[in-house]
């Protein structure tokens, strides 16, 4: 129960700076999805109004997480992740196929993806098994075993999907806890090493020929400009048109001339950039690092352990995201189906960060008692 006083006093410390870089990514979002679909019509067209939906209805959720105190899921840190594995396993039996991946379920109207909600799912499950674990001095890869497997089992699933782009994102999340539970140096180098000798093993066995494809066209994106490399070509054409400055609002020829493919999924932000130019690509980064930033600042001075790794990940899940999409738009990093936070079109995605961003604001007003807690990780 959240007792009136209590919930008071936490409402004083109300991470205002949080919440405005949030909603302003939201709010671009928006008016930048409302161009990527001003070209087409029917549905297809209307899909910024869903996005507004899915933003209230993330908000809605958001906010009930704010007012609980982000310590009550500890207890509940198991049950989800067993739900969300649960949930994963149930997409190869209810899943309709889409594109060559079955990644969402469908009752009815609504349809949600599984994949997307692991991510907190995951982040929780690892808090409090590091929150009820604690290794002050230090922790080994024996030591991460049964949060490697954690990550292992959900990470599988989604893989085969196939979906390399979440997958990446897990595994991502769970180096990124790792890395700041004091793995001793040793550990951290064998790590690093057993990652080297596995990547051909990962080349030949895991990732498909579609991938292994995509991967080849980022070495050399001259060599299949028509096909495969269509989409990174046209994105970065998109992004330098764009300019210092842009072209301006619903102006962008790369966008209305229907050159650039998913632009309104993965590949929103050469929508944006050629719209608004470099500055505008500027000011958008800079929401992002600002949003990563300000959540590593309340991890640091979180009030225990599982409040700690718990905004650890969810910082994690934003960095990796927006790094991800916006180094495959740009041509730094090859193409996976990764969306841009809060700023992509879909509903699982836009409410798995809103709730991200609502567990990070649940610490930050709960964290005035204690110490900071990343020192003791």
Known sequence: MIRGDSLSRDRDHFDWPLFIAAVSIALLGVVNLYSATSVYSGSRAELYISQVYWLFMGGIIGGVLIAIDYRHLERLGYVLYTFGVFSLALVFVLARDVRGSARWIEFGAFRFQPSE??????????????????????????????????????????????????????????????????????????????????????????????????????????????????????????????????????????????????????????????????????????????????????ASMAKDRFGAVLGVGCAAIIFWHALINLGMTSGVLPVVGVTLPLFSYGGSSVTTVMVAIALLMSVSMRRYSGVASLERL
């Open 117 to 298: 909600f692991m991510k907190i799912f995951l982040v929780i499950a690892l808090a409090k098994y590091l929150h009820d674990d604690p290794r002050n001095e230090g922790r080994t890869l024996r030591d991460l075993a049964i949060p490697a497997a954690l990550t292992a089992v959900p990470a599988l699933l989604v893989l085969k999907q196939p979906d390399l782009g979440t997958t990446l994102i897990l595994v991502f999340v769970f180096l990124t806890i790792a890395a700041v539970t004091r793995v001793r140096w040793r550990s951290a180098a064998l790590f690093v090493v057993s990652i080297v000798i596995a990547i051909p093993i990962i080349w030949e066995y895991v990732l498909l020929e579609y991938q292994r494809a995509r991967v080849l066209v980022f070495l050399h994106p001259e060599e299949d400009l028509l096909h495969r490399g269509w989409h990174a070509h046209h994105s970065r054409v998109a992004i330098g048109n764009g300019g210092l400055f842009g072209n301006g609002y619903l102006r962008g020829t790369q966008n209305q001339f229907l050159f650039l493919p998913d632009q309104f999924t993965d590949f929103p932000f050469p929508v944006f950039a050629e719209e608004w130019g470099f500055v505008g690509g500027v000011i958008l980064v800079c929401l992002y690092a600002f949003l990563v930033v300000w959540g590593i600042r309340i």
